[in-house]
């Protein structure tokens, strides 16, 4: 049984991005696609194995593993077992491009998964909904294509890179370390790289990408962040002795610090809350 949606929004109606086509099939047939699809095409495994063959690689596909397609990507898949269940979905929009180059996912690569958590399911979840929601339209389509790659870049691993959620788990302890050390001047990556007994290049490199920032950007952060905390909760407290306080060892630093990410001067921030 091949279950199988078509959703391609007309031309006069561009959306960020759509859904093309979404699908269930019970018993994947053998594909060989010499010129690839024109759009974006997911695929992932739901039950049995299967093996997705990409110039020289070959990759098994079990339950908890996908692979994302580029458009144009010649590819070819088969089943490896009696049968092999698959779900896909294909798509584009005007903005794909920005928004999978913002979740560093522009190239064709193959993603794994705890199989008990929540990916797994997600694309039965759309499917079951245009299957029983009668009013599902382009836009709601729209909304759960963005939060289903949101989900693959928060729990899959993109060629054996382990995912954010656990890259956020290793730098727990680190993350905890800081709400007690930020103030501290010295503080610092050498500092914060042996707290994981890690080298200080590797910390950059977890840091980036579970959060896009540099360990160093995102004790500023927090720095900041507790800094807007004080001057709303102790309005008489001096702007020095707060940048102080925070870990800035000068006021100026602080204050351009402050107004590059808030937009505001300590001192306007707390006038206008």
């Known amino acids: 049984m091949h279950t199988r949606f078509l959703l391609t929004p007309s031309t006069a109606q561009p959306y960020p991005l ?3 086509s979404i699908g269930h099939h019970e018993d994947q047939e053998k594909l060989n696609r ?3 699809l024109p759009h974006y095409h997911w695929l992932q495994t739901f039950s049995g194995e299967g093996e997705y063959e990409m110039g020289n690689r070959k990759v098994l ?4 593993s996908g692979v994302l397609m580029l458009p144009g990507e010649p590819h070819t898949y088969y089943a490896v077992t009696d049968t092999w269940c698959t779900q896909y ?10 928004i999978l180059s913002t979740l560093d996912m522009l190239e064709s690569a193959v993603f794994r998964w705890d ?3 929540p990916l797994n399911l997600a694309l039965t979840h759309i499917l079951n909904k245009l299957q029983t929601q009668a009013d599902y339209s382009g836009y709601d389509a729209s909304a759960d294509l963005y939060h289903f790659l949101i989900q693959i870049k928060k729990h899959a691993q993109i060629n054996n890179r382990t995912s954010i959620t ?7 302890p680190l993350t905890d370390w800081l709400e007690d050390h930020y103030p501290n001047p010295d503080t610092g ?3 914060m790289a042996a707290v994981l007994a890690i080298t200080p290049r590797h910390l950059n490199t977890l840091f980036q990408h579970a959060f896009g920032l540099s360990p160093y950007a995102y004790l500023i ?18 702007i020095k002795e707060i940048a102080v306080r925070v870990g800035f060892r000068d006021t100026s630093h602080f204050i351009a610090s402050f107004r590059k990410q808030i937009g505001l001067t300590p001192e306007r921030f707390r006038e206008l809350n």
Do not use: W
């Open 115 to 117: 199989e008990e958590g």
């Open 18 to 20: 759509f859904i093309d």
């Open 189 to 191: 990556i050498e500092q």
């Open 221 to 238: 952060m927090m720095r900041l962040r507790k800094s807007k905390e004080m001057l709303l909760t102790d309005r008489h407290r001096a």
């Open 61 to 64: 596909l079990s339950k908890g």
């Open 166 to 172: 656990n890259q956020m788990l290793h730098l727990q």
């Open 89 to 98: 979905v294909t798509f584009g929009g005007t903005s794909v491009h920005t």
């Open 34 to 36: 010499k010129d690839g």
